[in-house]
């Protein structure tokens, strides 16, 4: 049974999960052509755990070919189904206790049937289907009362943490939230209660109004380099209209986010950001808590909170400092990475293809 720890101090919770150390590291052998028998591929479905959701054709059967996304539990989970322990239902259970069992959920999501690398390389159909899931999952997992965040993350690239070169993203839900995010809601919290509007939202307007960084806009969506990158090339894609929740997304708004999410990844893998031939990066889904107490009273957070994507290239490992005082050194200042992104799409289009294991 993986655990929670956490650090009395500094408030910093570790998932302990030795699980994890037998998966298998296909990137390790990068430089070779992929030769295994891929367990994401359609016609493989038998190599992999049963499926918990999926869209597939009405006459197909489950666990079989005729899929279009497929979700799975992850075979080397870092957090496991169970029993809640009466003490979870308090955001610090752990300050008293140091520890508790690592129950969450841990999901595979197969973007699509086909052994493509990169999100370039999905049509915007499968990057739809993708997004769909995404929301659909999120509804799911809010009607089940043990979870307070679902985090969903896409790890492309072996220096971002990919362990199987076929596009696929993860899911893990846990019941309670991370120490970053909760300080994140309460400052969230205290503007609205002094401004009476959602911090992303004056935000987001005055980034449209001063084009600086803006990388590209849709009627409903923009995409920026945030002010305070922490990364060369760091991305965000946000709702134009107030929306806490991703699972409250309307879903005819699915294909223009899709055709927006392809393109930036495009301008992205070539804008070159990193060295050639090392190209990673990770994307996160910042969406609302399912639930949000301070100091053991509920605080609705629907009005404070507005979801979005994050693009975090990963040009290089953290390094010492970063690891001892937590913060980043850019090379590359957001209104530069936001020109350059600009720029990328006027060069001619170059698929990817990185360490393809
Ligand atoms: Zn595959
Ligand atoms: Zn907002």
């Known amino acids: ?9 500094t408030g910093r919770v570790v998932i302990v999960a030795e699980e994890r150390a037998a998966r298998p590291h296909q990137f390790d052998i990068a430089d070779k052509p992929y030769q295994g028998i891929c367990p994401f591929c359609e016609g493989n479905e038998s190599l992999t755990p049963d499926e918990t959701a999926v869209f597939r054709r009405a006459d197909s059967e489950p666990n079989s070919p005729g899929w279009t996304v497929r979700v799975i539990p992850n075979k080397y989970p870092a957090v496991v189904s169970g029993e809640m322990p009466i003490n979870f239902l308090n955001n610090s259970f752990m300050h008293t206790v140091g520890k508790a069992d690592g129950i969450g959920v841990h999901e595979v999501i197969i973007d699509t049937p086909r052994h493509v690398l990169s999100i370039a390389e999905l049509t915007p159909a499968e990057i739809a289907g993708m997004l769909a899931m995404y929301r659909l999952r999120l509804q799911a997992l809010r009607a089940d009362a043990r979870w307070a965040y679902v985090q969903i993350f896409k790890n492309v690239g072996a ?20 120490p970053s995010l909760f300080q994140m809601l309460c400052r969230a919290d205290d503007h609205i209660h002094r401004h009476k509007n959602c911090f992303w939202c004056k935000h ?3 980034e449209i109004q001063s084009g600086e960084r803006i990388v590209e806009e849709t009627e409903h969506f923009a995409v920026l380099c945030p002010f305070v990158s922490r990364f060369a090339g760091e991305i965000e894609i946000y709702p134009k209209h107030h929306e806490a929740g991703y699972d409250q997304l309307d879903v005819v708004l699915l294909d223009e986010l899709a055709g927006l999410f392809r393109h930036t ?33 509920k605080v609705d957070i629907s009005s404070a909170f507005h979801w979005h994507f994050s693009i975090l290239p990963s040009l290089a490992r953290a390094a010492g400092f970063e690891w001892g005082t937590g913060l980043h050194i850019n090379p590359i200042s957001p209104e530069q990475a936001a020109k350059r992104l600009q720029d990328a799409d006027r060069e001619p289009p170059t698929v990817f293809r990185p360490n393809r294991g």
């Open 265 to 297: 990844i495009m301008r992205l893998e070539k804008a070159v950001f990193w060295m050639k031939d090392s190209l990673a990066y990770n994307i996160v889904l910042n969406t609302e808590p399912f639930r949000f107490e301070r100091e053991g009273t």
């Open 204 to 206: 987001l307007q005055s």
């Open 1 to 9: 049974m993986p655990e929670y720890r956490q650090d009395p101090l």
């Open 159 to 178: 220096a971002a943490g990919a362990s199987l070169p076929h596009s696929h993203s993860q899911l893990v839900a846990i019941p309670f939230l991370p």
